[in-house]
């Protein structure tokens, strides 16, 4: 991981979460869901920074947290972005549904 790409990561989330966020992030190809559909492996505080970090949710991590139903969706152009941006912190996992 690149100290560079942890701290620009680290830059982007809230005060309270900087320390509760596990890296790598792993994103799971999913299949069933579409294509080019990805979920995130891990806790909401990982979806909630990386939702925020890709300007997808401004919203504090309680109104995420009270807001989500399942588990959220990212698709390729989002996967490319955040990939492009911390290469060295994004895990992509393919498997095949049940």
């Not at 991981?1 to 994103?27: Q, T």
């Not at 979806?47 to 390729?76: C, D, H, M, P, W």
């Amino acid at each position: 991981m690149k100290k560079s790409e942890v701290e620009a990561l680290s830059a982007g989330l809230p005060d309270a979460l900087r320390d509760k966020v596990r890296l790598p992030l792993v994103l799971l190809r999913r299949r069933e869901l579409g294509p080019g559909a990805f979920t995130l492996l891990g806790d909401p505080n990982e979806e909630y920074a990386v939702s925020n970090i890709l300007g997808e949710y401004n919203g504090t991590l309680a109104e995420f947290q009270r807001s989500r139903q399942s588990a959220t969706v990212f698709y390729k152009p989002q996967v490319s972005e955040l990939t492009r941006r911390f290469h060295s912190l994004v895990v992509v996992g393919f498997g095949l549904s049940e």
